[in-house]
């Protein structure tokens, strides 16, 4: 036999997953979706002005769409639009190579935090495994394709956590601390609820650790101020902000319907009772959001959200790693060398979840990569593990057991590059908020021929839905000069209504509407009654993704 | 007497104490009150609702219903009559041993009193077990049954005939026993039987014969069942339903048809999506069984759990306990949801219920591992969340305001003491159907029923003697001449006769405070 060389190994992982990354990354997803058209415009308007599209100098947050979205992405990709232009594929670079550079970082972290010697030859393995399933995750991919915040965050966390284990376990200088304290300060500026949780995640970690750090616990204590000096303009505002607050209560658990119902129901007339009986309900309606994102169904089945059929679609994690991850959590209970780093894997996972469960969402798989990130890991662990009993076998059985492994794993991973290449844009045309890139470039190549164009973005394929972003993809696909934007960008008197130059995005309401002159108004059949429309006032006819059902209509009057 | 007698006498005390002091609650759900009138039916007259003599299926408008729940709320009727009582004291008494029984598996299991009393306690004061304890149900039957094979079997000496009249009694009381009762045995032989291992059964002891007699008990109660009329529908529809899921095979054909229809290569798709994923739903469905929010979550849309949400604490503790140590006790649990995997989607509370007692031992177990103070934080915390789950009782009686509408009793009694009148119900005044609560609340009589079914499989019932169900195509005129009849209509029947001229004589409102019965007079049948 021959050993295997570790660096050749992870760079063929780094390599294998670029390229599940970067193939045809301007392609899939098939349009930019109102994240990352937001971001985009957002970041170009940066690089241009130093202002967001409504004008505020630098913001700490970004009012986006009314999400309030943390400011490094928006940074990074007007950095990235500084050097590569403002093509859509831009947007999406800094997420794939984010994601990219997050297979090195599981690599370090599953080395920092089980090796108590760097050259075990068995943590190597369950870290280049480790890399393996984070090069092909499917929550890894997804997230990485879309360009979404949260990756970035994550492989900060990863990179500062295996500082912090770097300077304990082989006891380097306190630069090392300052080092990771830094890009922890970083990292809670990628998403919301890295503000949060982060700083619950270092507490576990120094009480875990205390024996490595108490000791010398003076040396940590200026990192410490400066990390809460650093920390403090995101939490300062995160409180102070009405803007930000009112996003916060949006996305709280108790916008929930069913909750909101329940809640109703404990009403007795006592404001004590009243009282105890809502906050129980919330309780356990919590408790169960927060239990229900464990669900192997979710985790394994349909978790991404990717299909409208139920139980077929893609989890986070492929249903081949569920035995892995059994066995990497036996493995990480009965081990006794490492037990401080399962219990950080355990608190890690079990306090990164909390985001999902005191959110509205049935469930949001992008507040919680983190947890799937480390519950890859525990998946690589149970694998070596599992590996490790099948050296025991006899000869022949573990012969057939190896291809066998093999195939399954071929075939799931196989199923989930279908599901997402394939049936995602077909399934969900609506939720990535297609086709509103071509209505965009359709209104621009009308823009001299009327006075005005009405968009309404209310659409759906089974219920009104009102799109958001609609005013970042005109100005976007126009290549308006955000300078321009932020000066003509307005509210406006009609319902749901915002400006700019000659466009009007709001509710049409075709009985007043259908006397305008000159102007082009594009709506979905929820607006606009399409049978009684001369049929040589429509003009164009926009389809979802599947090229089937009526979306839009663009009619001129 | 020994303390420690003491201790576990209080439990049980305790346990009887819950259950009794509130006798007449919860109100029944339809199925429920079914068993109860039928059970009374049969005491008095050696037939069931439907006028068959002592037959071994029953009726409900889910699924075949076994025998053993049925005979023993009849023979308790026959006991104590036609009341709550006669109804529920079997249940609650099955509900009381469970904890004893209960405390000696723990102590089988672990070798520790601290646990067996841990584990009873939690069984005593549980409220989904409360709750099952007062109700007929074929669960907590099944719960005592299982508890007590595990004793035996595990016990030096076996008493074969014992083993295969409580197998015999668990074949007759749950299909679900069909499934889970031969890996039950043979985990219990081979984990938990003293002295015993392999070895033993490889050697024809006697061991061997209960396992033999286990599959062949389930073969013949399987093949008996399938001979039956809608015995292989039965099955199909209730207990391996995921092969007739249409949504699951709908989608694998959508799945694959964009697939195809984005050029892809035909044998691919067929590799990709074949019925295969049925394979994989049914074990990611059993697995989701066991997910912690089937413990300590919602289940069935209610907002509390099968546990008290602070117990998860000792639950995770206790978990990595047995992983780390003896995983024997982790088998039950998989054994019991076994049959999730050859069902559609969704959680099955009957089967997560069966898994009760050995989740107990693991938070009782997970509670020995933690200090004198953190248990008593807990338990303070636990007993305060329960006070506060039994006070609230208006919230409970509203969330369950579909399933166990307790606003029915009084529409039932104020319908059957209408004096020489005709009167029709509408038959979708209720969730599930009305026709048990009539038969449980006023005193129907069996009659020589018409229709001679000998296996009535979700047959539902329209004619009650003076009353009569309204369907939803029964369609209402104004009387040409005077007219006895009165109606209990729906809104739905409500709204039939906007047009005819009626005299509205009462109505009544659900634990909502929505109207939903219309007592009206004045209109004819058509």
Known sequence: MFKLNTRLVLITILLLGCFLRFYKLDQFPVQLNHDEVTQLYDAISIAHTGKDVYGNFMPVIFKSVGDYKSPFYTYTTSIFYRIFGGDELTIRLPGAIFGSLTILAVFWFVLSLLGNEQSSSSNKKIALYAAFFTAIAPFELFFSRKSFENGAGILLMLIGFSVLLMHIKNKLSTRWIYLSLF???????????????????????????RKHLFPNWKKYLWPLIILLALYSPIIILTITNPDVSYRTKTVFIKQDVNLGELIKFTKTGNSFLDALFENRVLWDFSLSRYLSQFNPIYLFGNGLDLTNQGILGAGPLYLFQLPFLIFGVIYLLKQTTQTLGAKFIFFWIIIGMIPSGLTFERSSPHRVIMVFTMLNIVSAIGFYFLLSILRGFRFYLSKLLYPLIFIIMLLNISFFLHIYFINYPNEKSQSIQYPFEQIARFAWEQYDKVDTIVFDPLYGIHAPFIGTGAHYYLAYFGNYPPEKFQKEYRSGKGERETIFDKFSIRKVDWREDQNLKNVLIIASPWSLPIANISKDKIIKTFKYYDGKKDAFYAVKL | MHNKSWLIITILFLAFFIRFYNLSSPFFTSEEARVASRGFIISLTGRDELGRSFPLLFNSLTDYQLPVESYLVALSELLFGKNDLGVRLPFVILG???????????????????????????????????????????????????????????????????????????????KIAWLVSLPFVFATIYYFRESTGLQKLQSFGKEKFILIFSMIAFVIIFIAFLRIPQGKRSILENNINIFSDITLINGINQLKGQGLDAGLNSFLERVLFNKIHLLFSGFLNWFSQLSPESFFGSIDGMPS??????????????????????????????????????????KYKELILLTIPFINIIVAVGLSKLGKKIVYSILIIALVELLVTYSMTSFNKKITNNDRPTWLKQVIIDAASEQNKKIGISDNIVNGDITPYIQWFTDFKVDNFSEKIDFPYRFKRYNLGKITLLLSEQRFTSCSGFSDDIFYLSKRDLNKINEINFKLENVYKDNLNNEVVFVVSNICLN
């Open chain 2, 96 to 174: 009381c041993i469970l904890p004893f029984l209960v405390y000696k598996m723990a102590q089988k299991i672990t070798g520790q009193f601290q646990v067996g009393i841990m584990t009873a306690f939690l069984t005593a004061i549980s409220p989904t077990l409360v709750l099952i304890s007062n109700i007929p149900n074929q669960i907590i039957i099944l719960l005592n049954l299982y508890s007590l094979l595990f004793l035996i079997i595990s016990r030096k000496k076996i008493n074969r005939a014992v083993i295969i009249l409580i197998l015999f009694i668990m074949m007759l009381t749950s």
């Open chain 2, 305 to 346: 759990g099968i546990y008290i949400g602070v117990l998860i604490i000792p639950f995770l503790i206790g978990i990595a306990y047995f992983i780390k140590g003896n995983r024997k006790l982790l088998v039950y649990p998989l054994i019991f949801t076994f049959p999730a995997f050859f069902m559609q989607f969704g």
């Open chain 1, 183 to 209: 890009i922890f300060s970083i990292a809670v500026y990628t998403y919301f609820s890295h503000a949060i949780i982060i700083p619950l995640l270092l507490l576990i970690f120094i009480l875990i650790f």
